[in-house]
């Protein structure tokens, strides 16, 4: 029933306004799923290879697209992977490209659950998921490769820790985003948005934590329930190898003293969340970050394992972190993703399934925390390609699909 009949791809829209895959398919009983890859800014190095959409979309439709159709059930998901794989032939989609790769398995994934008249969390993660909601991550002040002229540490994420509900977590991210805009106001810092709808001032990071404090402890009072924050540092935009340093603008920090850094900020600030804090390749660093705090915050690798099972496998032998931020497009495809994810769940590690600067108004990251049961969704507080994920976990809580 699920049987592929037709992929088809081409090139559409991000929210950065630059050129994305999409990818149709559809099959033989009449089973449709539409998805599109995202883009990373401050990608990490080791991760799979996004081409030019026009170049990705070329050579998946000569060596993908004549395997899949015919072939292959879109509702065997293992199977429409394995499919991609054997067609780029490399381990890092260097072919056919990430981005094509993705935006198919996201699209098959959406085909096979419609068959299915399921929705597609269920479809991936079974009869039992849809009781439980991830936290949103919501991005409220950032810079670093997201805005110029902004603060050093990429992301300040209200983390609405308490919130009795996915939908009351949606809203009071969205307040701590209004609020900061006001208490910006007061201290008349004019600032414009970064790539992911945060708030991007010309304001030191000393400051933003001031700000970002102030902010949720006022929505938490308002709202009656927890809300922390935490960060994405984005270690490895701001280490400098040849300095062996981590450079803040005229401040630099040694390997040690960012260790001692980050560890300071996660008792001052109570941080339940600390992404990136050091270099993609500082397993040694990142593991003694995580004996010093990891009992009371998470320490989450994005750039450091890239979704990458075998880079975790690392993580987890070195006791690197204690938590895994799940980017599809890292690895690219579902099944990577789902891998990714059970890895870490076996181990102890916490996935949380993020957006990426680049977006568009594709929802699956929203069905595959559900689908996983994941704590965290990193999808951003505002603007409507990070709507269009917060929106889908309200309508999944709502059973409105
Ligand atoms: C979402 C992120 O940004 P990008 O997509 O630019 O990697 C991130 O670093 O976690
Ligand atoms: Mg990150």
């Known amino acids: 029933m699920t049987r592929i009949t037709d992929v088809r791809l081409r090139r559409v829209l991000d929210s950065r306004g630059n050129a994305t895959v999409e990818a149709d398919v559809l099959t033989e ?8 890859a995202p883009s990373g800014a401050s990608t990490g190095e080791y991760e799979a290879i996004e081409l030019p959409p026009s170049e990705a979309i070329a050579k998946a439709r000569e060596l993908a697209v004549p395997r899949l159709e015919g072939g292959v059930y879109a509702g065997n998901q293992r199977d429409v992977d394995a499919a991609l794989h054997a067609a780029d032939g490399t381990d890092d989609f260097g072919v056919i490209g990430a981005n094509s790769a993705v935006a198919i398995s996201m699209a098959a994934a959406k085909a096979g659950a419609d068959v299915l008249g399921a929705p597609l969390f269920q479809h991936l993660g079974g009869a039992f998921r849809g009781g439980s909601f991830p936290t949103p991550l919501g991005n409220v002040v950032g810079g670093g490769e997201h805005a110029a002229d902004a603060t050093h540490i990429q992301e300040f994420l209200a983390a609405p820790v308490g919130a009795p509900s996915v939908a009351d977590a949606v809203f009071a991210n969205a307040a701590v985003h ?3 805009a006001d208490l910006l106001d007061e201290r008349d810092v004019a600032c414009g948005k970064g790539d992911e709808g945060a708030w991007a001032p010309s304001i030191d990071d000393a400051e933003a934590f001031e700000i970002v404090d102030e902010a949720t402890s006022t929505v938490a009072d308002e709202f009656g329930f927890e809300i922390g924050f935490g960060l994405d540092v984005a270690g490895a935009e701001l280490y400098d190898a040849d300095e062996d340093a981590y450079v803040y603008g005229d401040e630099t920090r040694s390997t040690e003293e960012q260790v001692e850094y980050i560890a300071g900020l996660v008792d001052e600030y109570d941080l339940v969340y600390v992404e990136d804090p050091l270099d993609e390749d500082a397993y040694d660093a990142f593991a003694e970050l995580t004996d010093r705090v990891g009992d009371r915050t998470l320490v989450c690798g994005d750039d450091l ?28 495809t579902l099944s990577d993703a789902f891998d990714a994810i059970e890895l870490a769940v076996r181990h102890g590690y916490d996935p949380v399934v993020s957006h990426r600067s680049g977006e568009t108004e594709d929802t699956t990251i929203a069905h595959l925390a559900v689908a996983t049961d994941a704590p965290f969704i990193k999808t951003g507080a505002v603007g409507g390609e990070r709507t269009a994920k917060l929106n889908e976990l309200i309508r999944i809580a709502d059973d409105a699909l």
Do not use: H, W, Y
Not at 29 to 36: K, L, P
Not at 310 to 328: C, H, Q, T, Y
């Open 29 to 36: 009983s009449g089973g449709f799923g539409r998805a599109a």
């Open 178 to 180: 209004a609020e900061v």
């Open 305 to 332: 394992f890239v979704t990458n099972t075998e880079r975790l496998a690392e993580g987890i032998d070195a006791g690197a972190g204690n938590s895994i931020l799940v980017k599809p497009n890292q690895i690219g």
